[in-house]
């Protein structure tokens, strides 16, 4: 047995010296490996050759199958990485991505997919996002944007982690009870994915701030759970020529929508030209919220974001989807713009 290794091991690295092609070599080892376990098929137990080769063709088939998935396995890799690292003759690919391995096989099944491909890869390890709150929402927008290896993440809250939270925002930890909110969530996803940067700001989200903040991102995800954010998230996203996908809940029922001007769809105020009044749409605090429901709705916030950095599929522009976790419904509306919306309305002087 140790003979027909040597006789392999010749034939691979002596043809390696020689400038055989790896096909070539890979070809005459098969020949041999089908040759000896044909000699232990075919010919006496008692035989030379085969007391010479082992005397039985058991360790030579499990060696064949070990051989297989090694190689099966590594060409499995090579095809991954040759579709991630392939260049796209566009705009967004001046340089292309590069994954190490770890990632290659962490991303396979994205990567697996017709709709994303190595070129959706690329797109979000290329991409920057802003998650405004990190609380119900922003918990599991996060942590999808996360593992599905978005490169730059940022997440902007002023608030810390209380009791009352852990029963829907799984982001955070009993030890992180007045931790901030952001530390928090950036420790939980740095462990969960090392290869995407994490970018805390525990901070309001004022006027002050905003457009400089947003300007640094290439799609936000409104999380918050106050009009003033929502209305101050849209009107600067809006101005800046940003997508937003924004998402809202309370007990049993959410929404989520994809407002992008820009693009033709609405923005936010055009579909909620004013707040309502106190007490009209009380907080998850005053009104109770059932806990995976976050999740459900934050879930599908991150699909939505991956189809927009992707570029796949049909995203909520100009609709929203409604969820209702009491009765198992879902349905979609049609938005449309306003034309005398006063962020997004192309009649009015937006500076008065």
């Avoid at 096909?23 to 035989?47: D, E, G, N, Q």
């Avoid at 929203?320 to 979609?332: A, C, V």
Wanted: hydrophobic content about 45%; aromatic content about 8%.
């Amino acid at each position: 047995m140790i003979f027909v290794l040597g006789v392999a091991g010749m034939i691979w690295w002596g043809g390696g010296l020689l400038h055989w092609n790896k096909s070539m070599r890979l070809v005459l080892i098969a020949l041999l490996y089908a040759t000896v376990v044909l000699i232990h098929l075919t010919l006496p137990a008692t035989s030379s050759l085969r007391v010479a080769t082992g005397g039985t063709a058991t360790l030579w088939l499990i060696l064949g199958g070990l051989g297989t998935l090694v190689f099966g396995y590594a060409w499995g890799i090579s095809k991954l990485r040759q579709r991630a690292t392939l260049p796209e003759k566009t705009a967004d690919s001046a340089t292309p991505a590069t994954f190490s391995e770890t990632e290659l096989n962490r991303y396979a099944r994205h990567i697996m997919l017709r709709e994303l491909g190595g070129k959706g890869q690329k797109r979000l390890k290329a991409a920057k996002v802003l998650v405004i709150g990190a609380g119900g929402l922003g918990a599991p927008v996060l942590q999808y944007l996360t593992a599905a290896g978005v490169g730059t993440i940022g997440v902007i809250d002023d608030d810390v982690v209380e009791n009352s939270n852990l029963q829907r925002q799984v982001i955070h930890h009993d030890a992180d009870i007045g931790t901030p909110k952001v530390f928090s969530a950036q420790a939980t996803l740095s462990a969960q994915n090392p290869f995407v940067k994490v970018l805390p700001f525990h901070r309001c989200f004022t006027d002050d701030i905003a457009a400089e903040l947003l300007g640094d991102f290439d799609l936000i995800l409104d999380g918050s759970d106050n009009f003033e954010t929502r209305y101050l998230a849209n009107a600067t996203a809006v101005a800046l020529g940003k997508p937003l996908i924004s998402g809202a809940l309370s007990q049993w029922e959410g929404q989520v929508s994809l407002f992008d001007p820009a693009r033709g769809g609405p923005c936010y105020q055009c579909i909620f030209p004013s707040a309502p009044s106190a007490g009209l749409a009380p907080s998850c605090a005053e009104a109770g919220v059932i806990a995976p429901l976050p999740g459900v709705l934050g879930a599908m916030m991150a699909v939505e974001a991956l189809k927009q950095i992707t570029k796949s599929g049909d995203g909520l522009r100009g609709q929203m989807m409604i969820y209702d976790g009491l009765y198992g419904e879902t349905r979609k509306i049609a938005l449309k713009s306003r034309p005398d919306c006063p962020v997004c309305g192309h009649g009015l002087d937006k500076t008065e």
